[in-house]
Nanobody, 120 residues
């Protein structure tokens, strides 16, 4: 089983910044890609940003130029630097990892979620 532990959420004023972290642990052979999703109240979960093992990234149009995803492969950790935050960024943010266990079975795991509230 793979466990994803997120940290860094909280309350921030519009225009402010936050940095999320997510570390994977368990019987991991390899992590192919890691991503951040978010789910606002009453809305469906949506992809915010994804980063592949080779470093390729993609972002939701709504966060391009404001958010940056990065990863530390050695630490099985993914980060999301969020700048110029807006009230519409308010949501629960979830970490996601896709890869394979040491016995080569695949996994697709989720963190427990961390609340981000952007409000004055």
């Amino acid at each position: 089983q793979v466990h994803l532990v997120e940290s860094g959420g909280g309350l921030v004023q519009p225009g402010g910044s936050l940095r999320l972290s997510c570390t994977a642990s368990g019987s991991i052979f390899a992590i192919n890609d890691m991503a951040w999703y978010r789910q606002a109240l009453g809305k469906e979960r949506e992809l915010v940003a994804r980063i592949y093992s080779g470093g390729t990234t993609n972002y939701a149009d709504s966060v391009k130029g404001r958010f940056t995803i990065s990863r530390d492969n050695a630490m099985s950790t993914v980060y999301l630097q969020m700048n110029s935050l807006k009230p519409e960024d308010t949501a629960v943010y979830y970490c996601n990892a896709v890869g394979s266990y040491t016995d080569f079975r695949s996994f697709n795991s989720w963190g427990q979620g961390t609340q981000i509230t952007v409000s004055s």
